[in-house]
């Protein structure tokens, strides 16, 4: 989705979110627990969708261009509820401007 007058840009992308070691946990924890004559729902996360949002502010200098990017993403246990969590650690970021400064540099423009 795109409002170039507002100067704003989002994406999303579906994933698994499925983890071995998650499942494996929860599965061991159900069998332990129905040993001692506990009933026990397993609960792992299912799916997600990650969510990208891009903001631009032109600045005075001519051409100059001050952008924010924000990632979040949503998932979804195999029970089907789900949960938001904001992705604030600096790799995202950083590896996400470090793909917009190769793109712009193949296209001549300094970034």
């Known amino acids: 989705e795109s409002a170039p007058r507002l100067g704003v840009l989002a ?4 994933r698994d979110a499925t983890e071995v070691g998650q ?11 129905a040993l001692l004559g506990v009933q026990y729902n397993p609960v ?11 903001t631009t502010l032109p600045l005075r ?3 100059a261009v001050k952008m924010r990017v ?3 993403r949503i998932v979804v246990n195999n029970q089907g509820l789900a949960r938001a969590e904001r992705l604030d650690a600096p790799e995202f970021s ?5 793909q917009v400064r190769k793109g ?3 296209r001549g423009i300094r970034a």
């Open 23 to 33: 499942v494996a946990g929860q599965i061991a924890i159900t069998i332990g627990l």
């Open 70 to 72: 924000s990632f979040e």
């Open 44 to 54: 792992w996360d299912k799916d997600q969708l990650i969510r990208v949002t891009l």
């Open 11 to 14: 994406g999303a992308k579906d």
């Open 94 to 98: 950083t590896g996400f401007f470090e």
């Open 104 to 106: 712009l540099a193949s």
């Open 61 to 63: 200098s001519e051409g």
